[in-house]
């Protein structure tokens, strides 16, 4: 059972990712790749790098 839940742990860690989403509350800022591991990385990039400017309230 251990060594199970260790593999499927390991094949978790070493599999590339081929999808991502991003989604700003404060701004509606919503990407979305699939399918694509050289853009997701590209993606992770901007999520952390995100400079949200929310937009300003109306009365």
């Known amino acids: 059972m251990l060594t199970d839940l260790i593999r499927r742990i ?4 070493t599999t590339p990712l081929k999808s ?3 989604s ?3 701004c509606g800022l919503k990407v979305k790749v ?3 591991a ?3 990385g ?3 990039d901007m999520a952390i790098a995100h400079n949200c400017k929310p ?3 109306t009365l």
């Open 20 to 22: 991502a989403s991003y």
């Open 38 to 40: 050289d853009r997701v």
């Open 42 to 44: 590209r993606v992770l």
């Open 10 to 13: 390991l094949t978790r860690l």
């Open 34 to 36: 699939t399918d694509d």
């Open 24 to 26: 700003c509350g404060k």
């Open 55 to 57: 937009p300003a309230k």
